[in-house]
């Protein structure tokens, strides 16, 4: 998986020492009482670890290998990194990865304690971390990553990151702080991301390649008109995919989209819900099915293929496991419970919420009755700011207005939802408020008859709530 890796400055010299030990003990021991009281375990031992001993994560990556892979952004990091974790699975390869999603520096700092002995020495030599774009620059200065992917840059936890712009800086300096020979992979219908300045590192870009024409193309979207990250005029675009991704050029500073190295060159989606790919990794044409829905995972799976592809990863590993893909934990995730049908999507910032519900507008098409469940909460772990929920685009839930049996509405944001539902003209007599999510759950399931589906969108602290109560 590519040329032998540079170690970190200082860190080829680093032995296991007390304090490390300590904090790999004290980490492992939180997880197992953690796992034994059934109350997860993703943050608070590497917590409690990097407070005994801050230069534990350097001293874990040490002993990564070439191949360890950080992916960062707005939307799409956990499903990348699972399908990314899922092809070096499929060509033999055993990686460290951060299924459970914790991508602050105190759940890589878990992920790393749980994968090692108790003498901290780590089986995997690879690692696929799907990283928060806050924590970047910090985790890439201690894992020095041989491979960095970016996604994406979309309004996301305002309160915390302030805009986009601050999000571009914080991924920029996480960048600048990758090893010299690190690997770097853009996406190129993002001109944030794109705009990323790589310097010497090699840098490369994928995105959609797609005809003018093809049936099944998504179209241009209402969004706000972007700013060119380089000198702040509006972008001109000759086509948009979603939200402000798609072809675009800078009228004054002659700033534009780059040409891809790895492209989707076309796709149809299937009845399943999938969809069949063509793609091109450096030229080489590359057949594959992803069963996973929206145009969102079309961006997720070519990103994953890039990556694969860069680390020396073959073909039938990339096409076996994309085929083979299921949902992350919320991502279009499926349930059957008591005869009904629910489907689970995490919603945390407009560009992410209006394209789930864009396909979710096809997905129950057929569908002979309809609920919804919307929970939204403003705790830290969400973002205290929720202004963002003014700018949900409701117009795809029209073509399930006819079939849509009850709302149920959840969640520290209840009422706030329910007031947007209303300025679209959805009937407060359809809305049930229940603001604790387990309750709302199992009052939504109720009022679904058997058969009949139930739609679940939530942000992170309320879909983990309805997750663990679904999992009883």
């Known amino acids: 998986m590519g040329t032998p890796r540079k170690k970190p400055a200082g860190a080829a010299h680093l032995r296991v020492g007390w304090r490390n030990l300590g904090a790999i003990y004290l980490g492992k021991s939180l997880i197992w009482a953690s796992r034994l009281l059934k109350q997860g375990g993703t943050t608070l031992p590497g917590r409690a670890a990097l407070r005994l001993s801050p230069q534990l994560i350097l001293f874990f990556s040490a002993q990564l290998g070439p ?117 770097l992979l853009l996406n190129a219908d993002d001109p944030l991301v ?36 380089h000198c702040r005029q509006e972008l001109r675009y000759s086509r948009l995919y979603y939200a402000h991704l798609g072809r675009y050029r800078c009228p004054s500073c002659g700033f ?36 996973l829905p929206g145009i969102y995972n079309l961006y997720n799976a070519l990103s994953a293929a890039a990556a694969a592809w860069s680390c020396g990863l073959p073909e039938e590993a990339i096409v076996k496991a994309l085929a083979a893909a299921t949902p992350p934990a919320g991502r279009m995730e499926r349930y059957r419970v008591d005869s009904r049908n629910l489907l689970a ?77 209303e300025e679209w003209d959805f009937s407060a007599g359809k809305m049930l408020l229940a603001p604790a999510p387990p309750q709302a759950l199992r009052r939504a399931i109720a009022r679904a008859e058997p058969g009949e589906k139930l739609i679940i969108l939530a942000n992170y602290t309320a879909m983990k709530e309805l997750r663990r109560r679904l999992a009883r």
């Open 256 to 291: 534009y989209r780059p040409e891809p190295e790895f492209k989707l060159r076309r796709f149809s989606f299937t009845s399943a819900g999938g969809a069949d790919l063509s793609l091109s990794l450096r030229g080489n044409p590359l057949q594959a099915t992803l069963p």
């Open 194 to 229: 794109a705009s990323i300045d790589g310097g010497s590192r090699q840098t490369l870009y994928y995105g959609l390649d797609l005809q003018p024409r093809q049936e099944d193309a998504p179209g241009s979207r209402e969004e706000p008109p972007l700013s060119c990250p």
């Open 67 to 183: 191949g360890t892979t950080a992916i960062t952004g707005t939307n799409g990091k956990t499903t990348t990194a699972a399908l990314l974790a899922s092809i070096c699975k499929e060509a033999g390869r055993r990686c460290l990865h951060n299924a459970a999603g914790a991508n602050l520096a105190w759940g890589i700092a878990s992920t790393l304690i749980e994968a090692s002995s108790w003498k901290g020495t780590l089986p995997e030599r690879y690692a696929v971390l799907e990283i928060d774009e806050g924590a970047f620059p910090a985790l890439s200065e201690k894992l020095h990553p041989r491979t960095a992917l970016v996604t994406n840059i979309f309004r996301d936890q305002l309160d915390r990151f302030g805009g986009v712009m601050q999000v571009r800086s914080a991924i920029q300096r996480g960048v600048q702080a990758l090893p010299p020979d690190a690997r």
């Open 345 to 421: 999507a995490l919603i945390k910032n407009p560009a992410g919420a209006n394209e789930v519900l864009r396909t979710l507008s096809g997905e129950t098409a057929h569908d002979r009755r309809v609920h919804l469940l919307i929970a939204i909460n403003d705790r830290i772990a969400d973002g205290t700011d929720i202004s963002w929920l003014e700018e949900i685009d409701f117009s795809p839930l029209n073509t399930m207005r006819a079939r849509l049996g009850s709302i149920t509405l959840s969640g520290t944001r209840a009422r706030e939802v329910g007031q947007r539902l």
